[in-house]
């Protein structure tokens, strides 16, 4: 079935340096993505969302891509810092007339090395 | 403002015993979902509510798990009896309006292990 997925599980950088996420969607007919963190006994925490009429979006320190070519999408965040310490997880919404169903893939852990 | 808020942070039963969640919202936001992450893994949609109406339980496994939201702002998740592999997050979240395409809003969560 369509599913969000991610290529790493897990994302090792240097404190400082710049961190890249991925994540590959298989639906076309999403329309609407996010990008959560998630720290250990914690919820998931907004960071970013993007539609798909834009294929980039920037926040503090956070971009976001969508290439809607080859259903991708990206996190950056500049100048990683310990406390980016967390899961990641991207999600996407089918759409409006579905309601606000959020689909979420399986997670990067991002380790930051001070 | 306060956020979404939920209890217990952490429940541990044994099997076949019943359990209940409860999730306070986010003031004024109609919608309210009930998500389950398991170890590793993103969350995953149990029910969405519409104000007191729910509006997708497609993903509820209706022989042990119910749901209410009787006023249309607080909510239970009630699980009963319950088994090993209900051992997960049970995370409740709220957004504006639900009609698609905006950010949820999440609590922390209570961890459920099921002995």
């Known amino acids: 079935g369509e599913s969000v997925g991610l290529h790493l599980p897990t994302l090792s950088v240097q404190e400082g340096d710049n961190s890249i996420i991925n994540c590959a969607y298989s639906n076309s007919a999403s329309d609407y993505f996010i990008w959560y963190k998630q720290e250990s006994g914690k919820g998931p925490q907004f960071i970013i969302d993007?539609?798909?009429?834009?294929d980039k979006r920037q926040g503090q320190r956070v971009t976001v891509l969508l290439n809607k070519t080859v259903k991708h999408l990206s996190l950056q965040i500049a100048a990683t810092q310990p406390g980016d310490s967390a899961v990641y997880f991207c999600?996407?919404?089918?759409?409006?007339?579905?309601?606000?169903?959020?689909?979420f893939g399986g997670g990067t852990r991002l380790m930051v090395k001070p | 403002e306060a956020g979404v808020v939920q209890s217990p942070r952490y429940k541990i039963i044994e099997k076949k015993q019943p359990v209940a969640f409860w999730c306070n919202p986010i003031?004024?936001?109609?919608?309210l979902y009930w998500y389950r992450q398991n170890l590793g893994q993103g969350p995953e949609l149990l029910i969405r509510y519409e104000n007191e109406e729910a509006v997708d339980d497609s993903q509820l496994p209706k022989d042990r798990f119910s749901a209410e939201r009787l006023k249309g702002v607080d909510s239970t998740l009630k699980i009963q009896p319950a088994e090993l592999g209900d051992s997960a997050v049970y995370l409740c979240?709220?957004?504006?309006?639900?009609?698609?395409?905006?950010?949820?809003?999440f609590g922390s969560g209570t961890q459920l292990s099921v002995l």
């Open positions: 993007i539609r798909s009429n834009m």
């Open positions: 999600a996407e919404n089918i759409g409006d007339n579905a309601g606000n169903m959020l689909t």
């Open positions: 979240a709220s957004s504006s309006h639900g009609t698609g395409n905006e950010k949820l809003f």
């Open positions: 003031s004024g936001h109609n919608t």
